[in-house]
């Protein structure tokens, strides 16, 4: 399962992929919508966790030009800037909203779940 991991907090999302990569999750990241936006057209992905809020791209617009390339890519957005409007518009558009910080084995049972799968 390839999943690509979308944050500008470059010390948060490389922690998190290595976190899942030590649970067997190949993980990708990225630290900005532009380059999220260049690696989907180089390689597959099942999943993308994407941060809510980033500069001149948010996850949720992110989220509309990935599926452009790769439609059937499931999403979980995290956030820990989430107002109530916010989670209400995110849960609608991906499989789960998420808020910082995350707990590891919560967002393992998310992504299982996302991708329609159980948990060994």
Do not use: C
């Not at 948010?58 to 030009?65: D, Q, S």
């Not at 890519?73 to 916010?86: F, N």
């Amino acid at each position: 399962m390839q999943l690509l991991l979308v944050d500008d907090e470059k010390d948060f999302v490389e922690t998190l992929a290595e976190r899942l990569s030590l649970r067997g999750f190949q993980a990708d990241w990225v630290t900005s919508a532009k380059a999220a936006e260049e690696i989907i057209k180089t390689k597959k992905y099942d999943l993308v966790l994407l941060d809510v809020k980033m500069p001149h791209v948010g996850g949720r617009e992110l989220k509309r030009i990935i599926e452009k390339q790769q439609p059937d890519i499931k999403t979980i957005y995290l956030t820990g800037h989430g107002s109530e409007e916010d989670y209400q518009a995110g849960s609608a558009e991906a499989e789960h909203y998420l808020m910082k910080p995350i707990n590891i084995n919560h967002l393992i049972e998310k992504i299982h779940d996302a991708l329609g799968k159980k948990e060994d």
